[in-house]
């Protein structure tokens, strides 16, 4: 597991150097298997039961410099830096302060639980992989072929700070990897799947965008979900960092 976190560790450097060199879309590949490592190596973990409070901190430095870092510089290179100015500065900044912000709260909490605990319902804020998927729509609405729409550099700042905010705050946010598929939802999961695959290969940077937005509008139903289930305990996720608390607590961090 701790070379899953690794891989994505230094995937989450190489988008540095593809950043500076403009191949953007090579920077935006490398976030993805940032993403892909990063599910991988939490469930690795557990199912070989080596969890560890090294592998919980290694996991959330990578965190923050594949999903709040390189997301931030990517952004700066790719518009913010020529056309928005001193706003686009101050929202890269606070993008990836607010990631900081996140792994320090993650930090404290994953030393109160325990290690190992299945994955909760609901993440407190926008969790780190989600947000950085969220900031990359803008390029990729600009690199679909489809789309081939550039937003202006002040509307894509405003964005990246509403994202950063969502980060540090309390709303609770639907937990995929806490999501347990009933029967009846096997079918119309396998057609969504197979509708996914083919708008990938249509138009991977569309269907990535669109997935990354209905995630992020998804915090309504976070909201009622979590309001209906409050009073009802969980056990901790990822040994704790990304758990729903027991009655009357708030969910935990994910980095």
């Known amino acids: 597991p701790n070379l899953m976190t690794a891989g994505a560790l230094c995937a989450g450097i190489d988008r540095f150097h593809f950043s500076i060199?403009?191949?953007f879309d090579k920077a935006m590949g490398c976030i993805a298997a940032s993403f892909v490592l990063d599910g991988l190596d939490g469930r690795a973990a557990r199912f070989l039961r080596v969890t560890s409070r090294f592998g919980e901190v290694i996991d959330s430095i990578s965190d923050f410099t594949a999903f709040g870092v390189a997301p931030a510089f990517l952004l700066y290179q790719w518009q913010l830096q020529k056309d928005a100015g001193v706003l686009g500065l101050l929202a890269v900044a606070l993008y990836a302060l607010c990631a900081a912000i996140r792994l320090a709260r993650c930090t404290v909490q994953a030393r109160k639980q325990k290690l190992g605990g299945p994955p909760g319902k609901f993440f407190q804020g926008l969790p780190a992989p989600a947000a950085a998927g969220a900031a990359l729509v803008p390029p990729m609405l600009a690199l679909s072929e489809t789309v081939a729409w550039k937003a202006p550099a002040y509307a894509t700042a405003v964005y990246t700070l509403m994202l950063a905010a969502f980060m540090v705050s309390k709303l609770p946010m639907i937990s995929v990897k806490g999501m347990r598929i009933s029967r009846k939802l096997v079918v119309p999961l396998m057609l969504f799947a197979g509708v996914l695959t083919?708008?990938?290969?249509?138009?991977?940077?569309?269907?990535?965008?669109?997935?990354?937005?209905?995630?992020?509008?998804?915090?309504?139903?976070?909201?009622?979900?979590?309001?209906?289930?409050?009073?009802?305990?969980?056990?901790?996720?990822?040994?704790?960092?990304?758990?729903?608390?027991?009655?009357?607590?708030?969910?935990?961090?994910?980095?």
């Open 198 to 255: 083919i708008g990938l290969v249509r138009d991977g940077w569309l269907t990535l965008s669109a997935l990354a937005t209905l995630y992020l509008l998804s915090f309504p139903a976070g909201w009622v979900l979590h309001a209906r289930s409050k009073n009802t305990p969980a056990p901790p996720a990822d040994g704790g960092p990304e758990a729903t608390g027991t009655a009357g607590q708030p969910p935990a961090v994910k980095p």
């Open 21 to 23: 060199t403009g191949k």
